[in-house]
């Protein structure tokens, strides 16, 4: 062992031999010399403190920046989507030294199913119609899985961590929320500015306001744990109602619809109806919608409340698409979506070609003021419709079956595990996921940092619960 003094002298030494390179490298032009001690600390980070890694990359997520456009021709979101990709490659470097992963976690059904999707994402790329952008996309999605389901599981098997990783993102998005709020507030509170209050940290309101609407029932659960401290109860109500705030002042109509689904779904879980009444119920809703649509579709034609500071008829607006301008958008997306299904119905265009294939497939009767052909103004505006133009019907498929075996797997838990912490939890997390899910009709974001790490690490979370903190002898019982 070395003295103290001699570490001391290391470190010294360190410091003034880089601060003499960094001098030398700012004076030749090479600015990027100033990174070196955030990437040593990161690498040190990655060997000795990955769970550490894996929390700070939570929590940079929600204050990173969107660059729409870089230098190697593609956005990024700094510093959190690099960290995530370091993370992809740790989660494979560990496969390979473990000589593969828990058997529990990657036989469990869930696993196998997001194992197969990215199979599909993978496949389709190679028969994508533009090949590059597939490419990219892909690996967006892999290291978002990768990093956030399969590594983020193993962390959960510390059900501390569960509770750490909520916080680690809770905590930034309430920064940007007082961020977003004073913008709002210097602006006199217009729906406009609610637009864009939380720029840069959020491309927009709808994605900012699904972020908030996925928290707000984990931290509400929170309250309710047993065996918490007061001040841990304390702050969980003052950070709902912080959340219930930003969540109203976003004026994000699928976010209230996602958050009213989701408070349904929670009667369904404290009355335990039974699961079969359930599914009779939401399929006798869909033949009746199927033999009505129709004059369900005069209605809606009917409604002409437009987006609004009011919130009743900002609410009531979600339901016109005949003259609110994003509403009809949106219908023009999805049919667009729907004829390039036709053309391409088993492969697709390929991940991420949407919104540069779409433009052809609009016609002109549903076009609308903010429309365009450039492919420059989003994507599909849907988790369901724009995998089906991408990744044909198995793409789409692919991703419901994912939401079904989720929501089967939970609600055993949430009606079987005997720790009552566990299942107050595993509430809390499907009720998030369960606004995302509803969200994702009028909304599109899995394709962003900023959802995709609590989509994926809410799912991590659920299967670890259910791995590594249920009772086997009741799971048995009740697949019996």
Known sequence: MLPALTYTRYLYGSIILYSFVAAIGIIQGFDWILLFPAMFFILLLAFFRLEQLILLTVFLTPLSLNLSETSWGFGISLPAEPLIFGLMLITFIKIIYDGGLDKKLLYYPVSILILLHLFWFIFTTISSSIFLVSVKYTLARIWFIMAFYYLAALMFRDMKNIYRFVWYY?????????????????????????????????????????????????????????????????????TSSILIAAIVLSYTRASWVGLAAAFVCLFVFLLRINTKIVLAGIIGFLIVLAFSWTQFMIRLESNRKQSSTEYAAHLQSISNISTDASNVERINRWSSAVRMFYERPVLGWGPGTYQFQYAPFQREDEKTVISTNAGNRGNSHSEYIGPLAEQGVYGMLGFMLIIIFVVVRASRIIR?????????????????????????????????????????????????????????KVNSSVAD
């Open 416 to 472: 079987y595990n005997p720790d009552r912490s566990v299942r107050i939890l595993a509430t809390g997390l499907l009720l998030g996921l369960i606004t995302y899910w509803i969200h994702g009709l009028l909304n599109y974001f899995l394709d962003t940092d900023k959802a995709s790490v609590p989509f994926w690490g809410f799912i991590a979370a659920l299967t670890a619960l259910d791995i590594y903190h249920t009772n086997r």
């Open 170 to 238: 809770t905590i930034p998005l309430l920064i940007v929320v007082i961020y977003s709020t004073f913008r709002h507030a210097a602006a006199g509170f217009t729906e406009q500015a609610a637009h864009i209050s939380m720029t840069p940290f959020y491309n927009d309101h709808t994605a900012y306001a699904a972020a908030l609407a996925m928290f707000l029932p984990v931290i509400i659960s929170f309250i309710f744990l047993p065996a918490k401290k007061p001040w841990f109860r304390i702050l969980s109500v003052i």
